[in-house]
């Protein structure tokens, strides 16, 4: 339209303004749909600005070649208008530069924007998924140890005491079971956890006998408190290796479970000899493992502990509450 | 023919018992639950054949061997154990992956009992000690019997190591106990990081050392905190100056 109004106002007919402005912003329009495609199916890397300025200078010359063969075509008589079509050349060369670089440009920054963002997000879903990994091998982490020695225990009983065999595999079954079944992130009822650890203990006691026993307790008012599933067992299961490797005799696992503010205090008790070991082995892959599921969770660190008391070793972990 | 069972679990010993209830001419003689007693037991009644669990309380089924001189036959039981069992594979001792059928067993008695020559048995269970002790956790802590009594050395807790014949001599600040290992084995089981070997005949704890003195002409002497002195060769001065950072 101002492209048409200027042209009719330096003199020009009507015709030939419209016929002027509608071909060359018809090929105008073509000359940025085609940097737009160029630019979604092939974004530069290097000397970007200089590809900016390269391709909008190459087209506009194109674009001005373009216009002044189809005009030179239809008006090929009038040949005042021709004169003024070729004096005013630079001018158009340079609107039409302008428009095409201010078209690649924007493109450009578009573009590259887009792109950026689809980056982020798909860097977002591998971490995510990397973390979902991490957390469910952690917790896949049961002790090839524990599973053959149970079989071999039940394999024992087979002879001897068979209905003791089929209860301890109803017992193995149920605890893969509950490993298998549980989801990654969900929340459990601390008495749905303590029934699985149960489970294990008692498989446990089978395979050791009188050497182990245990105590748990639990206030009433944390039954209902809520920690990820089968965050306990792992500790449960540090502490008897580490109670029953150190020591030769009888040992107690003492599991006591309390409300604390807005935490779930668990703590756990195993005897050791410090003659013969420092505490610092003790936390070995089992206690490394929750401690790296807990900052997974919670984004923190400081939420497993360990102190040692006389010939007391004891883990103790919070689980920050939700609200 | 004598046989003893070392396993810490009942239930696992009870397994090996009934199979060997099929073999009228082995007499099981004792059965243990952790090494202190395998130890005893063995040195008791001199069995012909063990069956040894490798993770038992306080010391493990290789430490107990390593604490008797001239170990008997030895099939090795075990529920799961990468190391154990790359360990295995080279030597002719057999093993016995837990659960295992009647049958494995009897395999295992049948090798047993064809191999005949008995020092080959031995020099087998001696060289599967020797590439089991390179083993990590073995090398945290060294295992020595003083007075009939068993103790367990923290490897941090040694100050230092003196090669004595055959033996090599643990001092620690309770005094010295012999084991019968060479000073090769300690220096490639020690970790380079705090032990030295300043000498042929001397391997150092650097944490336990207070200063170092010229000796005699290119040899020097380190004083520990516990005011020992240990002989440093030219080329031990050399390695201890580069573990020091002298």
């Keep these: 339209m101002v492209h048409y109004s200027v042209l009719v106002s330096y003199g020009l007919t009507q015709w030939q303004g419209l016929a002027d402005s509608v071909i060359s912003n018809i090929l105008l329009a073509a000359c940025c749909l085609l940097i737009i495609n160029n630019m979604r199916y092939y974004l530069p890397r290097q000397e970007k600005y200089w590809y900016v300025l390269v391709i909008s200078g190459g087209l506009a010359s194109v674009w001005l070649i373009a216009i002044r063969m189809l005009l030179w075509a239809i008006f090929q008589n009038e040949h005042a208008y021709l004169e003024m079509v070729s004096s005013s050349s630079t001018v158009r060369f340079g ?90 992130r969900q929340l459990v009822n601390l008495e749905e956890e303590m029934q699985y650890l149960e489970l294990y203990l008692d498989i446990e006691k089978v395979r050791f006998g009188h050497r182990l026993s245990t105590v748990m307790e639990c206030e009433q008012a944390c039954r209902a408190m809520k920690l990820p599933s089968l965050l306990l067992q792992p500790i449960v299961e540090n502490a008897i290796k580490f109670g029953l490797y150190d020591t030769t005799g009888d040992i107690t696992i003492r599991i006591t479970a309390a409300a604390n503010k807005n935490y779930l205090e668990v703590s756990v008790e195993n005897p050791f000899d410090p003659e013969t070991s420092s505490p610092k082995k003790g936390t070995g892959f089992g206690l490394s493992s929750v401690q790296r599921r807990l900052y997974l969770l919670f984004a923190r660190n400081d939420l497993l502990e360990t102190k040692v008391n006389d010939n007391l070793f004891m883990t103790i972990v919070k689980i920050p509450q939700p609200q | 023919m004598k046989a003893l069972i070392i396993d810490d679990e009942p239930l696992a010993r009870s397994i090996v018992k009934e199979y060997l209830q099929h073999y009228p001419q082995i007499e099981l003689v004792q059965e243990c639950s952790d090494g202190f007693e395998g130890v005893k037991a063995i040195q008791q009644h001199r069995p012909d054949i063990i069956f040894l669990d490798i993770q038992m309380p306080k010391i493990n089924g290789f430490e107990m061997l390593e604490l008797i001189d001239n170990p008997p036959a030895t099939i090795f039981t075990t529920a799961f154990d990468e190391y154990a069992i790359k360990a295995f594979e080279g030597h002719a001792v057999d093993y016995l992956l837990k659960p295992f059928s009647r049958e494995r067993f009897d395999k295992a008695i049948q090798k047993w009992l064809g191999q005949a020559n008995a020092t080959v048995q031995k020099n087998n269970t001696q060289a599967l000690l020797e590439s089991v002790s390179h083993s990590a956790a073995q090398s945290q802590r060294i295992v020595v019997k003083t007075a009939g009594k068993i103790k367990i050395i923290p490897v941090e807790e040694i100050h230092y190591l003196e090669a004595a014949d055959d033996y090599v001599k643990v001092h620690t600040k309770e005094g010295s106990f012999l084991k019968n290992r060479t000073m090769g084995h300690f220096e490639q089981t020690l970790g380079t990081d705090v032990f030295t070997r300043t000498h042929r005949s001397y391997i150092v704890n650097i944490q336990q050392i207070t200063r170092i003195e010229p000796y005699e002409k290119e040899s020097y002497v380190v004083i520990l905190k516990s005011g020992a002195q240990v002989p440093v060769s030219k080329t031990g001065y050399a390695k201890l100056k580069q573990v020091l950072g002298l």
Excluded: W
Excluded at chain 1, 153 to 169: F, T, V
Excluded at chain 1, 172 to 184: I, P
């Design chain 1, 95 to 184: 609107v039409a530069f302008l428009m095409l670089g201010c078209m690649a440009t924007m493109s450009l920054l578009f573009f590259t924007q887009k792109e950026q963002k689809e980056m982020e997000a798909r860097k977002m879903e591998a971490e995510k998924l990397a973390k979902e990994a991490e957390l469910y091998k952690l917790r896949q982490q049961l002790q090839p140890h524990f599973l053959f020695n149970s079989l071999n225990s039940i394999s024992a009983l087979i002879g001897s005491q068979p209905e003791h065999a089929r209860k301890m595999i109803h017992q193995l079954s149920d605890f893969l079971r509950g490993t298998l079944k549980k989801e990654e």
